[in-house]
């Protein structure tokens, strides 16, 4: 079964540069939700989205933006990166906002020089 | 302020055993419960749920049960399998608009021997 993809699997920016990652939803799953896991930590929520709509928002820093496409893909971008970005950025994937399980794809590890 | 917890960091279990992990929460707000399993360089897996309405679920080997007054839950496996060996997490999420909310302990390493 077709799972999430997240785009690039790696990623090495410099400090001050900006990046984007990508996520495409598992088929017909409408609600995608992003996470940031540093070293050693448990992955924290950033947002999410439902219908291409913002539905809730954690602790996404500023320089920090989202939003979904019609074709419900959804895009992560940073600017201004800081060495503290360095993780491991989780996507995942539900149908409907409502108690669904959330599906993960493999992550986009983030290194900052 | 760790609102879900898991306080064995590493559990070691014979094949064909049970396995039993746990997790711990404070917030009273969260309403659904998740069990994910983790190997190196992929994504969480989803095992199994609970929403808070229930005390139990089972799916195949896997069994969550959920005490509420206690605000505890526990992942069983059993028979456990060489393959089962991973990182664990629970997650937990409040209702309402903030179901997708997740938030995860930090983890129990499993190795089951064969």
């Known amino acids: 079964a077709a799972g999430v993809i997240q785009s690039p699997r790696h990623l090495i920016k410099e400090k001050r540069e900006t990046a984007t990652l990508k996520c495409y939803p598992i088929?017909?799953?409408?609600?995608v939700y992003w996470y940031q896991q540093g070293p050693g930590q448990d992955p924290q929520f950033l947002i999410s989205?439902?219908?291409?709509?913002?539905?809730d928002k954690g602790s996404i820093p500023d320089r920090f933006s989202a939003q979904q496409f019609s074709d419900y893909h959804s895009e992560l971008n940073m600017s201004s990166l800081e060495l503290g970005d360095s993780a491991l950025y989780f996507c995942?994937?539900?149908?409907?906002?409502?108690?669904?399980?959330?599906?993960f794809g493999d992550g986009t590890r983030l290194s900052i020089l | 302020d760790q609102q879900v917890k898991q306080n064995s960091p590493s559990l070691s279990v014979q094949e064909g055993r049970i396995s039993i992990l746990n997790c711990d929460y404070t917030?009273?707000?969260?309403?659904?419960f998740l069990w994910y399993k983790k190997y190196p360089a992929e994504g969480p897996t989803f095992l199994i749920s609970i929403s808070s309405i229930k005390d139990k679920n089972e799916d195949g080997r896997f069994t969550v049960f959920l005490n509420k007054s206690a605000k505890h839950l526990s992942l069983h496996i059993v028979p456990s399998q060489p393959g089962d060996s991973a990182v664990y997490f629970c997650a937990a999420s409040p209702g309402g608009t903030s179901y997708g909310k997740l938030t995860f302990g930090q983890g129990t390493i499993l190795t089951v021997h064969p």
């Open positions: 995942a994937s539900s149908y409907g906002g409502g108690d669904q399980p959330q599906h």
């Open positions: 917030n009273s707000m969260f309403d659904y």
């Open positions: 989205f439902y219908e291409k709509m913002q539905s």
């Open positions: 088929p017909r799953h409408d609600t």
